[in-house]
């Protein structure tokens, strides 16, 4: 377990492994929470920009924090997470994308209310098989200073 004093700004995480997503991850997941017709019907999709079947947003975004297990990022001693900020879809993910994540430290403070804790601030890029970011935010955290 690494704690506040044991992260450096700049400091990069990236999953180990690629995320395959799959047709029917997309359908299953889309029917359930997001049931946009381009994200559960091949045909429907077609007639969109993109033109054919992509997964939605809130999906790429669950995807990010699993593979932020993988990274060694959340081996830091999280506390509980205070925001998303700056939440963007630059590229749709398609069918048969892989995916990893790359978490890079932007800022840290002590906390002012709680001596015992700091302010994590960490950029996490969701990037495909083409070196492409297709999902990127801001997450901030509160995280365990070493025990003294």
Known sequence: MRFFEDVTIGEEFVSHTAYLVTGEEITSYAGKWDPQPYHVDEEQAKRTMVGRLFAPSILTLAISVRLSHE????????????????????????????????????????SKSRPKLGVMTTRIEVINQNGEIVLSYLLSGLVNRRPQ
Do not use: F, H, N, Q
């Open 71 to 110: 990274s060694g990022y959340c081996d830091i001693s999280s506390v509980a997470g205070l925001g998303i900020d700056e939440l963007r879809m630059t590229k749709p993910v398609l069918v048969d994308d892989e995916l990893k994540v790359k978490a890079t430290v932007m800022s840290m403070r002590e």
